[in-house]
């Protein structure tokens, strides 16, 4: 029903900055909205930050606020996560996910049913 892609992982040295791109396609409704996660080799999936469409809020975990941005296009149905300030613990595979989920589970995973691939963030020192 909803179909995502994103991109934009790679290698990338301590301190150094990546943008990932997701683009989703297919019909969606109201509260639409967007978000990321990631899960390091071993660990459980981790929220880092989501968007809603309907008015562009946004939430953010503490281990990437302040270095992480996400922001939307609306014509283009994409959403971007700036990261700065790279370091090792932020290797892994990033995951963007898309729904409808209600406002008191936006950071939760099981509230996204789309999701894309995986892009492999690997930040070497």
């Known amino acids: 029903q909803v179909h995502v892609v994103e991109s934009g992982g790679g290698l990338v040295q301590v301190g150094g900055s990546l943008r990932l791109s997701c683009s989703a396609s297919?019909?969606?409704?109201?509260?639409?909205?967007m978000g990321w996660f990631r899960q390091a080799p071993g660990k459980e999936r981790e929220f880092l930050t989501f968007?809603?469409?309907?008015?562009?809020?946004?939430n953010y975990a503490d281990s990437v606020k302040g270095r992480f941005t996400i922001s939307r296009d609306n014509a283009k149905k994409t959403v971007y996560l700036q990261m700065n300030s790279l370091n090792p613990e932020d290797t892994g595979v990033y995951y963007c996910?898309?729904?409808?989920?209600?406002?008191?589970?936006?950071?939760?995973?099981?509230?996204?049913?789309?999701w894309g691939q995986g892009t492999q963030v690997t930040v070497s020192s």
């Open positions: 297919g019909r969606t409704f109201r509260n639409f909205a």
């Open positions: 996910a898309a729904g409808h989920p209600d406002y008191t589970l936006m950071d939760k995973e099981l509230a996204y049913p789309y």
């Open positions: 968007i809603r469409w309907s008015d562009s809020s946004t």
